[in-house]
């Protein structure tokens, strides 16, 4: 038996991919190495409560019946799911917090520009020309190269400060290059998270994740969990088979391949000559999740993006981590109706992460400087949302590390984002074999999946 693609992880570019391709007849077999589908956003369940791997927020906000052309829209249509199934719910503001100055936004684009007026006046006009210029930006021409977001937007905005505080939400959620973006991806991530904005599912990936994997198998695709790729066998510059941790061989026309451009490439009988000088992903992150007593009262803010130096650093740190800056999700602040269960009140703190020294500590070492690390980055959660006894109300605690996203999704170096240098049209140096997600560069939930469906639609439905 032959497949007509082998798609190669179960997370979110996958999956959608994967729906793709059954809604068009194709024969397609989704592999996956873990026992539950997400990959870097998934869910598991610790002291009785289920948590969200990853789930922060889902950008690209658009309501049911806004524009066609809105992304979320394109992708919802795209998989045939209805905008109801997913029951998003609203942010209800999000803060960008630096030193002396804050500037709050939501899912209406005039509250922040109001919020410029007030506080960078004089960068007014310059901001409302990049916003124009970004609302034009080709950012999904497939066959650009890197150009310097940081260089544009200096030449619009004069104050550093401003420039960085526009800098800092995007890069957080959406760079695997340091101190910089690509223009197109500044241009994605700008659109997504502060023209259009964040919601959550009322009940978490997990609403996400059941409602893709009834469309795959619903459309005759296949999913095979606990599924590790071992090998893609080519010949003649063309892949005929995956071969499995289990020694089974699967031959197929195609493969798509989402688990990232060096770690596909290492899968590769044949490699190309130059894969060592691939620069690999350093961008790294520990997050600790810290189950609350109840709800924060009085508190509303979904996420802040904080950072507490002169200058903002988004750089691989040389310490295990850099407090100086990152982000402070509280998932239970977002607009859920009478009728959601909302998930369990929640504090969830994102700093930077050297994944160098995460992965030399022995067991012991590494378990206490987690804990150490949990400590400090709660008493950050304390100081930037001002709730009195914040960390004393914490009842139940879990930190991931780089090493646990190396371990749970193979991803190198533990780099949510992955290499600096994108694959933004998914080709690799063998003919049938595509990248999708992290490594073609459409990064988060809804880029992911519209990676997986525009690689999908690109060379696998012509
Ligand atoms: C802690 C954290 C918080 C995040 N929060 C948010 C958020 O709030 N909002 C947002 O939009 N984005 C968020 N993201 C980013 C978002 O989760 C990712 O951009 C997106 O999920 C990437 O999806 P993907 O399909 O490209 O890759 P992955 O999720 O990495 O999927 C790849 C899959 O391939 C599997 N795989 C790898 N190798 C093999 C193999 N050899 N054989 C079989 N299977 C294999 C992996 O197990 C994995 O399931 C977060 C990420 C992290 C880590």
């Known amino acids: 038996m032959e497949y007509d693609c082998i798609i190669i992880g179960g997370g979110l570019s996958g999956l959608a991919a994967g729906i793709r391709l059954s809604h068009f007849g194709k024969k397609t077999c989704i592999l996956e190495k873990h ?7 998934s869910f598991y369940t610790k002291g009785g409560y289920e948590i969200d791997s990853g789930l922060h927020a889902m950008t690209n906000f658009t309501t049911k019946g806004g524009p066609k052309s809105a992304p979320l829209a394109k992708l919802l249509r795209q998989l045939r799911i209805q905008h109801d199934e997913l029951e998003l719910r609203e942010q209800k503001h ?11 936004f939501t899912n209406d684009f005039e509250f922040l520009k109001s919020g410029i007026q007030d506080k960078f006046k004089d960068d007014l006009e310059g901001f409302v020309k990049l916003d124009k210029l970004l609302s034009s930006y080709d950012s999904l021409n497939l066959s650009s190269h890197f150009v310097s977001a940081r260089k544009i937007v200096s030449e619009h905005i004069r104050s550093p400060l401003l420039a960085d505080m526009l800098f800092c939400p995007l890069m957080y959620y959406g760079s695997a290059v340091e101190d910089d973006m690509d223009f197109a991806q500044f241009a994605i991530m700008y659109q997504s998270i502060f023209k259009e904005g964040f919601c959550r599912p009322a009940g978490g990936i997990r609403t996400l994740l059941d409602i893709l994997e009834k469309r795959i198998t619903e459309s005759g695709g296949e999913i095979r969990r606990n599924c590790e790729v071992r090998k893609i066998i080519s010949k003649d510059g063309q892949a005929q088979a995956v071969e499995l941790k289990s020694g089974e061989a699967l031959y197929t026309r195609n493969i798509l391949s989402s688990a990232g451009y060096v770690e596909t490439l290492s899968l590769c009988d044949r490699k190309p000559a130059d894969f060592t000088e691939i620069p690999r992903g350093q961008m790294a992150f520990v997050e600790t999740v810290g189950l609350l007593d109840s709800p924060l009262a009085g508190y509303e803010s979904a996420i802040i993006f904080f950072n507490s130096s002169e200058k903002f650093h988004y750089q691989n740190p040389l310490d295990e981590i850099d407090c100086r800056s990152g982000v402070v999700c509280c998932p239970n602040n977002f607009q859920y109706l009478p009728s959601d269960t909302p998930p369990a009140p929640m504090i969830r703190i994102t700093v930077l992460a050297n994944n160098r020294l995460w992965s030399e500590f022995p067991h012991d070492e590494y ?9 400090r980055t709660l008493s950050i959660a304390a100081k930037f949302t001002g709730v009195p006894g914040l960390t004393e109300r914490i009842k139940l605690i879990d930190t991931f590390t780089p090493r646990t996203i190396t371990r749970y999704t193979g991803h190198i170096n533990g780099a949510v984002y992955g290499c600096p240098g994108k694959i933004k049209d998914g080709r690799t140096h063998i003919g049938n074999l595509f990248l999708c997600g992290t490594d073609q560069g459409f990064l988060g939930i809804t880029g992911s999946m519209l990676s997986g469906i525009s690689i999908a639609n690109l060379h696998l439905l012509k």
């Open 367 to 375: 378990k206490k400087l987690k804990k150490d690390c949990s400590t």
């Open 35 to 41: 026992s539950l589908l997400g990959g870097l956003n």
């Open 94 to 104: 999000s803060l960008v917090s630096f030193p002396g100055v804050s500037l709050k």
